[in-house]
């Protein structure tokens, strides 16, 4: 239990720039799944490490070795768990709860929010556009999901370029993305270093939408001028409505989907980078080592409740173990 | 090139919409229809916009023999919508969960888009110039 409940704690320092790197060499769609089941993974077995540590620093408490008819000296002697490190892991978790609620209810907040917005105007068919003049637009999703754009964007655009931009928010509503983002939202709630995952998967999650918009209008530097001039239209809004925060020095998202469309076509450049596949080896082995430690260290805590409630050691199973992860049998 | 003409009718709507909305005049039918590239036939756009007209989406106006249709929009609904839209716009939208069709740029972003543009529209062939529809562009500001 010492070491295998910890590795899944660690793995996403290692996984995070692991898959950020693999991502940028895979096909949009793949990458940006890779990215969500990433966090979604190693999300749930951090977590799971959390309630580990939780349970077996508890375990420590007299009262509640004696609410599970255990001897209370021998999970002591046989837990290696020290009852600080299990108030830290409750302290942890709780945090962590906390914030997936609070994440979550900013997200239906802000979801709400918006179609309250897009209910107030006129639509046809699945667009609805706001009479504002500021360049905006975004996917609404929902049953149906809404386009929602403002006039100040149609106005900037031509004919063929508001085709793209319909086909690219139509992609998003089509792909669900929302979840997507949910889920790696959710998950850097639960352990902060998957918060990394963030940015990489909006990322891919909109060259995936650029790439669905050119196939739907048969013409890649259209997309590409589309994404562009609607860029620069939105950065003529006008002052006060701009996010100071929002401005970052390096090279941001937008020149690069651009650049992608200009490049003659949407591939996987996995074969063509060589390190490529050591790193999906270092992903593949961060999640598969959490999955295995968590089930590892789950298997010794129920060992140790076993063994503490005087149950015969008929764990057969657990004997045949040759990791150094658990002194913890008494002599 | 795209075929328009075999959407579905909602997004044969959302096409006919955002044409009259990017239209600083009113558009007769004939107009939409050539707004639209001239993809589409114009009973069908005749058909659609006679359509937005009966759930009061579009609001029409005599032009000599023809109705001129623009966007219906009530004074009201458009300051909610401002108001309600400033409020989105103070959350961090690298954040939302709604997917933003461009994120902001920053001064860096803005120089590169400009130069990836104009290297993209130097460099276009003479056979790739399907972008030569292009020329009722509202955008002055690019000379080509």
Redesign the interface.
């Known amino acids: 239990m010492t070491w295998a409940v910890w590795a899944p704690l660690l793995a996403p320092l290692l996984a995070v720039p692991a898959a950020r790197r693999l991502a940028d060499v895979l096909a949009p769609r793949t990458a940006a799944l890779l990215l969500a089941a990433t966090a979604a993974m190693l999300a749930l077995l951090s977590t799971g490490s959390l309630a580990l540590l939780t349970a077996a620093g508890l375990l420590r408490l007299p009262v509640i070795a004696a609410l599970g008819h255990m001897s209370a000296p021998l999970m002591r002697r046989s837990n290696p768990i020290y009852l600080p490190i299990g108030a830290l892991a409750a302290l942890a978790l709780a945090v962590a709860a906390y914030a997936v609620c609070r994440a979550a209810r900013r997200h239906r907040t802000d979801l709400l929010r918006a179609a309250s917005t897009a209910e107030r105007h006129g639509g046809a068919g699945d667009l609805t556009v706001l009479p504002d003049p500021g360049a905006d637009a975004y996917a609404l999703p929902g049953r149906p999901g809404r386009v929602v754009v403002t006039a100040g964007m149609l106005r900037k655009l031509d004919a063929r370029e508001r085709e793209v931009l319909l086909a690219h928010e139509r992609a998003h509503l089509r792909g669900r993305h929302h979840l997507l983002i949910i889920c790696a939202d959710l998950a850097a709630c639960l352990h902060p270093a998957l918060s990394g995952l963030r940015a990489p998967l909006s990322f891919h999650l909109e060259r995936w939408a650029d790439e669905s918009a050119a196939a739907a209008v048969g013409d890649r530097r259209l997309t590409a001028r589309a994404v562009g001039r609607a860029a620069l239209a939105a950065s003529d809004a006008p002052a006060a409505q701009r996010p100071a925060a929002a401005l970052a020095a390096s090279a941001g998202p937008v020149p690069r989907r651009v650049a992608a469309l200009l490049e003659t076509a949407p591939r996987s450049r996995f074969n063509a980078l060589r390190p490529a596949a050591a790193i999906a080896a270092v992903l593949v082995a961060c999640v598969v080592a959490s999955g295995v430690s968590t089930l590892e260290a789950a298997d010794d805590l129920h060992a140790n409740i076993e063994l503490a409630q005087g149950a015969p050691l008929d764990h057969p199973h657990h004997h045949s173990h040759s990791f150094p992860s658990l002194p913890s049998f008494p002599e | 090139?795209?075929d328009?003409a075999r959407r579905?009718?909602?997004?044969?709507?959302?096409?006919?919409?955002?044409?009259l909305?990017?239209a600083?005049t009113p558009l007769t039918p004939p107009q939409v229809q050539q707004?639209?590239?001239g993809t589409l036939a114009r009973t069908t756009v005749a058909t659609i916009l006679a359509r937005?007209y009966d759930?009061?989406?579009?609001v029409r106006s005599r032009s000599g023999r023809a109705y001129a249709y623009t966007?219906?929009?009530e004074d009201e609904?458009?300051l909610?919508?401002?108001r309600?839209?400033?409020?989105?716009?103070?959350?961090?939208?690298?954040?939302?969960?709604?997917?933003?069709?461009?994120?902001?740029?920053?001064?860096?972003?803005?120089r590169?888009?400009?130069l990836?543009?104009a290297?993209?529209?130097a460099s276009?062939t003479p056979a790739?110039t399907?972008?030569s529809?292009?020329k009722?562009?509202?955008?002055p500001r690019r000379p080509r």
């Open positions: 090139m795209t328009i579905p009718a909602g997004e044969l709507e959302a096409a006919v919409l955002a044409a909305w990017a600083h707004s639209l590239g937005l759930k009061g989406t579009v966007p219906a929009v609904a458009a909610a919508a401002r309600m839209h400033s409020e989105l716009e103070k959350g961090d939208d690298r954040n939302g969960v709604l997917a933003r069709f461009v994120s902001r740029l920053s001064p860096d972003d803005e590169v888009l400009r990836l543009l290297q993209a529209d276009r790739a399907t972008a529809t292009r009722g562009s509202p955008e």
